[in-house]
């Protein structure tokens, strides 16, 4: 493999999405399609375990994913003072700060 074809390998192993194995491509650049094994969903997250047929090899994936609903609980549990209500714009807020907390400022102290 040339230096082109070598980075079309790659990006076509990233491209193709997470499950194939990591460990197959790293030791000798083959591309096999793991066999998912395990899938666990957390409030914020939902991980996905595979196994792959050749090397016997496992690993996981991590995807961010929430609702909006999740959002919801969590602001009213915090603000009950809103009795509900929660407008698109603050909603989009947490959401954002939630995806991007670095662009917060100091944390709270709790
Ligand atoms: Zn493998």
Redesign the pocket.
């Known amino acids: 493999m040339n230096k082109k074809q070598t980075k079309q390998h790659i990006k076509a192993h990233l491209e193709e999405g997470i499950d194939e194995?990591?460990?197959?491509?790293a030791?000798d650049s083959?591309r096999?399609k793991?066999k998912e094994i395990a899938r666990y969903h957390f409030p914020d997250a939902t991980v996905l375990k595979y196994s792959?047929?050749?090397?016997?090899?496992e690993f996981s994936q991590y995807i961010n994913g929430w609702c909006g609903d999740y959002i919801s609980e969590r602001i009213n549990k915090l603000h009950p003072e809103l009795g509900g209500h929660i407008s698109d714009k603050l909603s989009g807020e947490v959401n954002h700060r939630v995806l991007f907390p670095w662009n917060l400022g100091d944390y709270l102290d709790c």
């Open positions: 194995c990591r460990w197959c491509f030791v083959k096999v793991a792959c047929p050749r090397c016997g090899g």
